[in-house]
Structure formats: C-alpha cells, structure tokens
C-alpha cells in the first residue's frame, strides 16, 4: 500500500515545484512518508504522510483517497486538509484549533509535515535570503505565529 500511495501521491503532484525551488512537489511528501516510516509509525500513516497535501493542493477527493486506501488513511489525511475557499488566517486558525484535541496520529503527521517545512524554510533562508517571504500568503510574522501556535498545542495530556 506505501508504493501504491507514493505513485498516487506522484501522479497527482506532477508538474507541481516547491515554493522558493524549482524541485518537485513530490519530494516534500516523500521525506514526510520516509520521516514516519523511519519512526517505526503504521503503513497507514505512512500513506498518510505521501497522501496529506493532495486534496488540498490538486484534484483529488476525500472520496478517491478512501477508495484507493481505505477510511483511516482517508480520516489521517482529511484530518490534515486545509479548505483552500477560506483565508490562509482561517485556515491556520482552524489547523491550530483542531491540532489540540486531535489524535497522536494527525499530531505525528503535522510535526512531520511542518517539520519539513522548516528544514526546507531554512535551507531556503540560507541560500535566498529575505526574498523567500515573497513568495508566502502570510509573512514572517504571521508564519512565526502560525508555527509557535501549532508547537504550543502539541502537548499531550
């Protein structure tokens, strides 16, 4: 199922590049997947972590994802999914807000996600320099907001 998911993954990303990069999307939902593999986490999170941004970022449904691989792959990924009609401020708002009481599960599959979204922001820093922040719908500020919010809500009790 974690191939099958990859190559899903890849089919619905093609074409699409990494913000501040000319590398393909792909390559941010692979290193999420190969991050939680490599923590020992289950294959459907795993598939998961391939999976989390194609129904927000391209054409696929909820519906296509639990077709392919099953309800709880498409709870993990739904559990992720932004609604791109809304703000980016209510968007985060509502990520931060569901992040809480949300599973260790979509708790793992954020950290993973946003965890290599920094490492990417920060190779990005190093090599672009301020310029990156062009290319965000929220600035500096908003995303340090955005990303301490999401920290302070990880605890779980």
């Known amino acids: ?7 899903f993954a890849a089919k619905a990303h093609e074409g699409q590049k990494r913000k501040n990069s000319d590398a393909p999307y ?3 939902p692979v290193r999420v997947a190969e991050r ?3 923590a020992g986490f289950r294959e ?3 598939c998961a ?3 989390h941004d194609v129904v927000e970022d391209t054409l696929v449904e909820l519906e296509d ?5 099953g309800p709880e792959v498409s709870r993990l990924v739904a559990a992720h999914t932004e609604d791109k009609s809304k703000s980016w401020q209510e968007r985060k708002q509502h990520t931060i807000d569901m992040i809480k009481n949300a599973d ?4 793992y599959l954020v950290v993973a996600d946003k965890l290599d979204n920094l490492l990417g922001l920060e190779k990005d820093l190093r090599e672009q320099g301020e310029a990156v922040w062009e290319k965000f719908n929220a600035g500096r500020e908003k995303q340090r907001w955005y990303n301490k919010s999401i920290a302070s809500k990880m605890y779980m009790d």
């Open 65 to 69: 994802i639990e077709l392919e691989f």
């Open 44 to 46: 459907e999170l795993v």
């Open 49 to 51: 972590g391939y999976l």
């Open 104 to 107: 260790p599960e979509v708790k």
């Open 36 to 38: 939680l593999e490599a």
């Open 1 to 7: 199922m974690k191939k099958k998911a990859k190559q």
């Open 26 to 28: 792909i390559t941010h």
